[in-house]
């Protein structure tokens, strides 16, 4: 269970307030890379972890963590929005930037929310929670975790190049360090795990014999001409021994391996046209009179 | 642009068909780790690739050869769905598997689609595009790719696990087979890039003299107590170098570095309740009078 | 403005209640099929309506009529789950007809309306209003009108065929009849207007002389031997006069008419791996050097 | 800033793993009476608050407390789901409570979560969060909360209904509990401010005099014979005083008060089709002939 | 089933026109706030009312009165965008105003709908059906309508300020004097019904005496030090009688009441890592060993 | 399964950049007018055919030109978002325009894509699969597909109109060419199999006599007054043959045919308000009592 403290977990600190950037800090609270998808992707790996228990403890340390994140992009929001413009005739009136904040501002931010946050991006998409991974297997879901960590730290690297407020980057450059930490310690329970050598392919546990092995270390290319792009020749995935240390890539300029599909005709319920179920016929009588 | 050959990737067929079977196959095509997420995936990151040419050469060879992965996981999805029920009365007269066919399987497959795939989940949810991750910074799109082809590894192995189709172990085991190299492939980028010493933190290329370093390679804990789990002391992530040997891995017992935030009061524009400004009103006299 | 009477368009009555069923009836109210679309689609066409206002009043009476039809529905939802299990022991306490209506309901049936409709599809995904055509041209507005009545006659049809409830069947052939007529009402006005020779393409107002003409009645094959599939040559799009007789219809095996696109590196500021601007400079580099 | 537990908030125990009974669970953790909603939404209104500062402080800690209560569900589906089946073969040969239990069981919960939870509703629709109610209207925002209490509360009582596991019956005696409190606890706000008389309408910050104070306290029938329900005639909402004190009920039958709308025919570019055009002139002429 | 009159419920007027209004009022029709929902949500409460009759009938008198509110709006909103930019070229040739124009409008009101109104919000994300609460339970849908309306009229008001246009705040003094009396309506219900005495909890037709009484009135706090806000002390939900006068208010810091959840390791067919396995080999021989 | 040619399918080329239209090219990539559904569409429908063999040809064919056709416009996207304001500072400093890019274009170009295109729609709305229409019946696709490709062409020449770039007009002018063919196309089909003669009503193996044919060639007013408005009287619709020559096109003005429905009360365990149960007492009393 869970306990907070009314104090922020870093100083936040809005010297110029921007509606456009408020709308922009959004993306790092309800995008795909933002601070509700790792908080959430966390907790749900915590408290479905099926052991080792260590993972467990270590996941939920890291998604209580995220929650003080988020709290501080939404007090972040929040200080932008202040003196935000809320009537269209004070805008008119006012030279052209206060206009272009009206344009450029996410209307949701005053109509339905009063000048705070949302759980949205800065197109004002909601936060879904299908981009929350938990796949019950660690290496799959250290990957994932890394990955978010990634997206993260570069969507709050253009948001820190972004604005020229001297808070705001104080702030960002608090949140680019966690996430430096965080890709850190994901990838580190890999490396604990043997590195990719014991851990791929993921999952390790799926015995490679059952695999149609002759694929299993070759490049496809898909060229029309069945050619194989020359810069593409030499590289550390079409030559060499694969990262697992357990075959040699190669490459297969790809063709098809299996026939035209044939699906039966449907059922008479399932109401195609007519002329469907005729031309099943005509073919069924082709068949019988060669 | 591209091009097309009626016949299939790898041969599919389906010995028993089962339209159960048929609805967990749906994961595989729309589910967020299946096939069309990877294949418009590698798509956009090649057609937003601004350099190295090379990677976008990479890029699209493989997103065509998904092109071809959908094709047989649809294909295969029809196959089952052959001899699905299409009637009540029929599911009523036959056994009681014939009844929990009707409850089991996607009622879409018959009602929307007359007995073909779709592109959802297994629990009929349409595919979204907000799972496509191209973020324009190669590090980061190599790690959300290997991400995409451990879960669709780890759940390919366990739709193998689910059937007792040798069809449709024989097409699974070539699909694993693809699994395997897509993650040897994306990982060996980052290899030839120089490997995680050289390509993390991702962005690589935002100075980290720039983020608050004192907490760039610090685990945080969060528990109430201030304790720190003892199964998480002397881990790979919480103490030596850090993996991109530009830091040492330390514990920092989390604790509020800012103070409570305080927002202004809103406009009289957003309306909210009266009191609200009352109680602001009352505290100013508070602060007045002591 | 609009007006309501407390009885019904026409009856629904339910012999044998079965709440399996009733998850089925779900696709025809919240479904892409189904009536809360082209009753919000017909209304939204109906209210942007920018002339002639002969079709604003068309569109008005029938979207009003399309109330009805969800109310049908619904209630024919609702006295199918009348009996519906909802207790676990129950269930299992009966026999496996019961246990298997527990499995195969859609439980927030009970879980979520107490035994009612919702406005959701039959794998219980909400109705979302992007499925809402209404474009302000009516040749485009009508052809997606007919299409959204075949697609539901299509899916009255097949629940038609799952159902033996003679009551269920009743209201169906209504529904059925409906969807009949509506097909013919919104192509008929496409008739009115002169049809297809006189409104494709779509929109007839934009000058075809602005488009590239040579490509306007050209059927573009994309096999990769270039070849055309016999199956397709002397077809009523490959060949004589095009349907709005303003072009030869033709075959062109497609080929790339353009060249490899040259994205430019992008600005610092989007982060990029370094590496990737090595890469550039490599290759400029190379380009002064030869 | 937050903290965390390894125990749980109250003991969580399943006697009889039922897949079935996970799936409904799903509805209290993704749905949108379940946990994750109320846990946002009070932590949005926190991080929103502008004053005053007690309902923040409110706000807060039952937004933490709420957690808690997600990780005590996700852990009785993780619980429920041990011994689900996991192949088809298993099923069919076992019983058909097996099979029935393979259809009815949400397939992605060992598809995509190997047995585990995840934030989806128990149709497997993922939790979005539009469904965070945050406007900065304190009374508004009490409201809502107090339905989502409302409706979360009927849930866990249907669940409780369907389960006869003694230890999920315990589990949600506490729940309920909860939500007793919390509507107890979110009505009490509106009361401590003064009532409905006082908080009535929201915003009470909106002058009525720039509302149209004809139609305030009017019941609007929509007949379409301009009749009055019967049963509608002396209710508390259509005579008497309103509960504001500020008005009495009154019944006004419907009628239009505004004319049929008439809207400019659409620019050239906007691409309506001719005749949408030539209607267009057509009614210029008739209005110049007369 | 259902009527229409072609004339609008109440004038609509635009002296102005602007686009970026235009899109604002969106929110109020595809807005979680808007009419859209309200709509539906009144319809499928009466649609799926299980008794007493009376509330079927006043359910359906208002459902029927909201689509005439949509009307407006849509009608509003086309009338807004009658000379809104459809060409880039003009916009740069005048001044900065039509620029910003172009820029903040949405710009599928001009791409996708020919300057018509669109079922979608503020920010342009379609309105989707899980917004529509209907639970079966009087009391908890009343709350839910409430709600609606208290958010509603909240939004409108927002509107009223944004705008300095005489016909839409016209326009809106209707619209906000109908939420007014919406909002009393709905909760004349419960007082109908007996008030919050009789009401609370909802539902309040679950024994209390099976929830677990002893939290049913104890306000949770969640301060990491244990202690109590001190502005939270004395409050209405704090101390004294509850609401429903079933319970005495009081305070509980909270602490885990329960244990740490253990789950069992997944079946290997669930194929997390080998490693989570050896884990759990280790955790077995600790316990033989001790 | 399918291959690619790096080349583009038609020049791309962008004299002047502006991220405003790149804003508005993503409708043709991820709106519902857009790309990738067409393509998708077509993929599904070629997949998922069950005869005749000649209609699967035909789709793959389109299907994947489509691909093509996205990767053009991706590509301009790309080329229009180069030179994009990446900083506010540079924005403030320069003329207006560049501030109003700021605020017109869409955020998550910069900040999720590092300047490329994505799978959303104008307004940042991810493309959703649900909008694929692929039902098993070839008239019903032919249709969904002819509208797919009208609302493309409207879109494409509404794209047209707004920019002055003449690279994009080149470009659009080679997208409308194909647009107006592949209308040619599907209801070319529908003409190859008999016209609307033949192939309405969609599904046509539906045998008419089941349907309540009283009803299936009325067009059904529904003013309130019973009147139907002049304007429609003498229309194609509402009198002589209907287009599939099997019925007399009539006028009915609409009115119930059915009752009012009654639901019977919900079981305890759905827990209504006790107060909806004891009206249901209250109506059993009276039933007896008479």
Known sequence: MYYCDSRLQYPVRVDKPSPIFAKMLQQAIGGIEGEIRVCLQ??????????????????LQTATEEIGHI?????????????????????AAKDGAVYA???GMDPRHFLSAGLAAMPVNSDGVPFDC????ASGNIAGDMLANATAEATGRTLACRLYEMTDDLGM????????????MHQQQWL???EELGGFREQLPVPNSFPQSKE????????????????VPADLQGSRFT???????????????????????KLAPGPKEAHAQTEQEIGLIAKVKQAIVG
């Open 130 to 133: 299908s981009h929350v991974y």
């Open 101 to 103: 904040a009206l344009g």
């Open 71 to 91: 709290e501080m992009l939404a007090t972040a929001v929040a200080l932008n929005l202040e003196g935000a413009p809320v009537s269209m005739q004070d805008a």
């Open 239 to 261: 030559e060499g021994s694969s990262l697992d240390g357990k075959g040699q890539y190669s490459i297969f300029p790809n063709r098809p391996l299996g026939q035209e599909p």
């Open 212 to 227: 149609l092995q002759e694929y299993s270390y070759a490049y496809f290319t898909s060229q029309v001409d069945g050619s």
């Open 42 to 59: 966390y907790f749900f790996q915590a408290w479905g972890s099926r052991g080792p228990k260590k993972y467990r403890d270590m996941l």
């Open 188 to 190: 580190a329970v890999i």
């Open 169 to 180: 980057k104080d702030m960002l450059s608090f949140l680019i360090a966690r996430d430096t």
